[in-house]
T-cell receptor, first 114, second 110 residues
Framework: DSGVTQTPKHLITATGQRVTLRCSPR?????VYWYQQSLDQGLQFLIQ???????AKGNILERFSAQQFPDLHSELNLSSLELGDSALYFC?????????????FGSGTRLTVV | QQQVKQSPQSLIVQKGGIPIINCAYE??????FPWYQQFPGKGPALLIA?????SEKKEGRFTISFNKSAKQFSLHIMDSQPGDSATYFC?????????FGAGTILRVKS
């Protein structure tokens, strides 16, 4: 157990729907990162939050949004889902803004859009 | 410039062999280079990492070699075991985010 908890582990939904993925960072970690992993794109950085504030943005679609709450858990919202959004979504956390050390990843949420 | 190029895409070695995975980058602002190991159904796990002011780092059977002038770094796995069969990702950090290579699927045959 890495200490980073992601729920749900699996999600199957239809095109056009909206889903929310949840992440609880490792105890004491202030930064949360979201990554998308698909077969043809590898691990793609989506967005980072640090202590409740957005810190960095990557290749995140406008249909996707995220937030980090006061208790430091984070949610990734995916809307108007398309077949191509099917992927593994990973959350990672780190103790600082990422300036020192690596990230700890959760086990991921496998999203299947049908 | 934000890319990290990783090779080979896949690798098969015999037990006891020394697989080598290579990565190259362009962005000189990268300041930290970790390697992650991922097993099927699991998230990537930090394996070993190096900073650009160090040319080599060893942790157990895993060694990172770093060539700053060539902007290349590599992972060597000594005495590889079937349990090392996994996907390996190199990464580089810039401005608090990690950029990952495309991954290398390693299979160690017993």
């Amino acid at each position: 157990d890495s200490g980073v908890t992601q729920t749900p582990k699996h999600l199957i939904t239809a095109t056009g729907q909206r889903v929310t993925l949840r992440c609880s960072p490792r105890s004491g970690d202030l930064s949360v990162y979201w990554y998308q992993q698909s077969l043809d794109q590898g691990l793609q950085f989506l967005i980072q939050y640090y202590n409740g504030e957005e810190r960095a943005k990557g290749n995140i679609l406008e249909r996707f949004s995220a937030q980090q709450f006061p208790d430091l858990h984070s949610e990734l919202n995916l809307s108007s889902l398309e077949l191509g959004d099917s992927a593994l979504y990973f959350c990672a956390s780190s103790g600082q803004t990422g300036a020192v050390g690596g990230y700890t990843f959760g086990s991921g949420t496998r999203l299947t859009v049908v | 410039q934000q890319q990290v190029k990783q090779s080979p895409q896949s690798l098969i070695v015999q037990k006891g062999g020394i697989p080598i995975i290579n990565c190259a980058y362009e962005n000189t602002a990268f300041d930290y280079f970790p390697w992650y190991q991922q097993f099927p159904g699991k998230g990537p796990a930090l394996l070993i990492a190096i900073r650009p002011d160090v040319s080599e780092k060893k942790e157990g059977r895993f060694t990172i070699s770093f060539n700053k002038s060539a902007k290349q770094f590599s992972l060597h796995i000594m005495d590889s075991q079937p349990g090392d069969s996994a996907t390996y990702f190199c990464a580089a950090r810039s401005m608090s985010k990690l950029v990952f290579g495309a991954g290398t699927i390693l299979r160690v045959k017993s």
